[in-house]
């Protein structure tokens, strides 16, 4: 079965998929036809280059980034399929911690974007709302990412696990019977 795909760098995948980051921000709208369906999330080969300015106590999203760096690190969640999400809306300035604000200068959104193609403004910011985040056990590692939403099939890959499994399975009987010894005397 084919399912949609977006890949997000590390911490942030992680975050959505633990359920902590609760909000995307991406400087393009949601294509409506995405509101209200689940997407795999693809964590991809390079972290985001984050840099945290500490002084003093650390803020709650701070040691959360902190940690959720340490984890992926230490699991090599890279280059992978991690888990999924539901995309349920797309705002401009959502209250959650994790959404980026854009200053729209006391304009409509409309009137923001004519503004914005004559005079050099920041990009307005959309705030995907997340919902019913899913971490998997097993992530479907060495994944390429792309731009954009991409397709992949899960069920090919369940199938090149099946056979995978079916391969070490049929090894492990093979090394009960010696075939893989190593201390077999040579004939």
């Not at 010696?178 to 201390?183: A, C, E, T």
Request: hydrophobic share 40%.
């Amino acid at each position: 079965m084919i399912h949609k795909v977006l890949s997000v760098k590390q911490p942030w995948a992680y975050l959505i998929c633990s359920g902590i980051k609760d909000i995307e921000n991406r400087t393009w709208k949601l294509p409506e036809k995405y509101k209200g369906e689940r997407v795999l999330i693809h964590a991809s080969a390079k972290p985001d280059n984050i840099k945290l300015d500490i002084e003093g106590q650390a803020t709650v999203k701070e040691i959360q980034l902190l940690s959720a760096l340490n984890y992926c690190d230490e699991n090599e969640l890279y280059s992978a399929i991690i888990g999924s999400v539901e995309i349920v809306d797309c705002v401009i300035n959502h209250p959650s911690i994790w959404a980026e604000k854009t200053d729209l200068l006391g304009l409509s959104e409309i009137n923001y974007k004519i503004y914005s193609s004559v005079i050099n403004v920041p990009p307005i910011i959309h705030n995907w709302v997340l919902s019913n985040p899913i971490l998997f056990d097993k992530p479907i590692l060495n994944v390429k990412g792309k731009l954009g939403f991409w397709d992949y099939d899960l069920e090919e890959e369940c199938d090149k696990h099946k056979q995978k499994q079916a391969l070490i399975d049929m090894m492990i009987g093979d090394e009960e019977i010696g075939l893989y010894d190593d201390n077999q005397k040579q004939q």
